[in-house]
């Protein structure tokens, strides 16, 4: 099993700063099958970055993936104040696909 | 745009069967990987398994033993079976869909609560 490990566990900033969230991961990820979505109170999960780095359909470019093998970042380059909220990453490179803990983006 | 709906009975008793049926609309059921992921309350995200439109399945271990995903592509349904409820599988139970790799659970169902109570 591929074990995910998500720093820090909860992020305080400002609107309009800069958040990097850390996703590190137990063994390689092949192919950088590494996504990353967004979860708000009440709703469902939303696909933020497949592939370690593409955005998805409707991603506003403020969010951006980085990373490869074993270490991997979602960056938010300036935080709005629709953005706070838990951040997961997730593998799919292996046959059982796994998340991190979590990381919450609060408003400081 | 790919939309998902879970339905579900909400209440079940320990040692009974879960049943939940996503319902798919806005797309087609082929070359795609359909996922069931459940969230305990305050909890992460626990991904549980998947059917192919080709009817493969591939299921998380620690579950294996107990979980069924089968297809109905004549209603545009997939469903999730689960075994000997006990409280620890009290979740919100999400439906997602994965168009295959690269691109990850794209498309997400607003999930439906499931208490394993007495």
């Known amino acids: 099993e591929i074990v995910l490990t998500q720093s820090p566990g909860t992020l305080s900033l400002s609107p309009g700063e800069r958040a990097s969230l850390s996703c590190r991961a137990s063994?390689?990820?092949?192919?950088?099958?590494l996504a990353w979505y967004q979860q708000k109170p009440g709703q469902a999960p939303r696909l933020l970055i497949y592939?370690?780095?593409s955005r998805a359909t409707g991603i506003p470019d403020r969010f951006s993936g980085s990373g490869s093998g074993t270490d991997f970042t979602l960056t938010i380059s300036r935080l709005e104040p629709e953005d706070f909220a838990v951040y997961y990453c997730q593998q799919h490179s292996s046959s059982l696909w796994t998340f991190g803990q979590g990381t919450k983006v609060e408003i400081k | 745009q790919v939309q998902l709906q879970e339905s579900g009975p909400g209440l079940v008793k320990p040692a009974e069967t879960l049943s939940l049926t996503c319902t798919v609309s806005g797309g087609s059921m082929r070359n795609v990987y359909w996922n069931w992921i459940r969230q305990p309350p305050g909890r992460g995200l626990e991904w549980i398994g998947y059917v192919y439109h080709s009817g493969l399945t591939n299921y998380n271990p620690s579950l294996k033993s107990r979980v069924t995903i089968s297809l109905d592509t004549s209603k545009n349904q997939f469903s999730l079976k689960l075994n000997s409820v006990t409280a620890a599988d009290t979740a919100v139970y999400y439906c997602?869909?994965?168009?295959?790799?690269?691109?990850?659970?794209?498309?997400w169902g607003q999930g439906s609560l499931l208490t394993v109570s007495s």
């Open positions: 063994q390689n990820i092949n192919r950088n099958y």
């Open positions: 997602a869909s994965h168009p295959g790799a690269p691109v990850a659970l794209q498309h």
């Open positions: 592939g370690a780095s």
